[in-house]
Every structure is written in structure tokens, then in C-alpha cells.
């Protein structure tokens, strides 16, 4: 089993900046891939992932909404998982949830999600 726990979310202005961190526990040496999702208000969490990094350290931004913004960084050594969030805006309003994939087995393992809300 691995657990997740996300912090760093909050109330922020648009064009501000969060950083987000998730701290892996457990059995963190079947870890492979780990990313992150969000769920806007009223909607149901993103099935495709907003950044992702391997284990060896390789990123990867699939959301086109967040590119140039948002960049995901990852530290083996702290068995932790990072977004740094710029200029952020109104839409991207959502709990952030990070999400780490067993090598081994393919499962998926999910924090309990940080809230992030841009407001002014």
C-alpha cells in the first residue's frame, strides 16, 4: 500500500502563484509514475492527468489549459511529488489530487486531495 497526502492548496488571486506538494508513504519502492489531477466544482476529477513524472524523473504537461504555467518536479529522494502553479486564474479552481501507479501492478493509489480556489 503507499499513501498520499497533498498540502499547499489555498485562496489565491488570479495571477498569483501555489506551489502543491504530496508526500508519498508506504511502500514507496513500487511507486512508477505519479501525476497530478484536479476536479472543478461540479464536475467530476479530470480522467486525464494535468502533468505527470516518471520515476526516473521525466516530465511530461498533457493539459493544454495549464502549459507555460504549471510545472511538476518530483524528488526521489523525499518520496515527494510537486506542482508549482503561476499565474494562476479563476478556472483552475479545483481540488488538486496526486495520484501515484504501482510498477508492479498498474494500481493507483490517490491522496485526499488540497483545494486551490482563485479568486479575487
Known amino acids: 500500500q503507499v499513501q498520499l497526502v497533498e498540502s499547499g492548496g489555498g485562496l489565491v488571486q488570479p495571477g498569483e502563484s501555489l506551489r502543491l506538494s504530496c508526500a508519498a508513504s508506504?511502500?514507496?519502492?513500487?511507486?512508477?509514475?505519479m501525476g497530478w489531477f484536479r476536479q472543478a466544482p461540479g464536475t467530476q476529477r479530470e480522467q486525464r492527468e494535468l502533468v505527470a513524472a516518471t520515476k526516473v524523473g521525466e516530465t511530461r504537461v498533457y493539459a493544454d489549459s495549464v502549459k507555460g504555467r504549471f510545472t511538476v518536479s518530483r524528488d526521489q529522494a523525499n518520496n515527494a511529488l510537486y506542482l508549482q502553479m503561476n499565474n494562476l486564474k479563476p478556472e483552475d479552481t479545483a481540488v488538486y489530487y496526486c495520484r501515484a501507479q504501482s510498477w508492479r501492478t498498474g494500481e493507483n493509489y490517490w491522496g485526499q486531495g488540497t483545494q486551490v480556489t482563485v479568486s479575487s
Open positions: 508506504g511502500n514507496i519502492f513500487s511507486i512508477g509514475d
